[in-house]
């Protein structure tokens, strides 16, 4: 089992940046392919970015391609999304997931709690 929580989401305007964090514990992440999921309301989950156990791999959503990216310290059982020109279309709860699956055809086998990202126009 490994338990995940994300952090660093929040409100910010159009053409600003954030950074989430998914801290990870019970196993170490590199045992798992990780990811990001993002959820905006009435709309189904949507696959954003992943990457690889050791980091050499990293896929991204069209919708992102450019703006995200995903990296990881798996000394530090943590991954991380850098998200840049963010647009309101970018509104939606962001949740980490842990996955035995590659990462370039990921299936979440752990997710995260959620956390909010907001961006105001």
């Known amino acids: 089992q490994v338990q995940l929580v994300e952090s660093g989401g929040g409100l910010v305007q159009a053409g600003g940046s954030l950074r989430l964090s998914c801290a990870a514990s019970?196993?170490?992440?590199?045992?798992?392919?990780m990811g990001w999921f993002r959820q905006a309301p009435g709309k189904e989950r949507e696959f954003v970015a992943a990457i690889s156990r050791y980091g050499r791999m990293t896929y991204y959503a069209d919708s992102v391609k450019g703006r995200f990216t995903i990296s990881r310290e798996n000394a530090k059982n943590t991954v991380y999304l850098q998200m840049n020109s963010l647009t309101p279309e970018d509104t939606a709860v962001y949740y980490c997931v842990a996955s035995t699956s590659r990462a370039d055809n990921i299936t979440p086998d752990y997710w995260g709690q959620g956390t909010q990202v907001t961006v105001s126009s």
């Open positions: 019970g196993r170490a992440i590199s045992n798992y392919a």
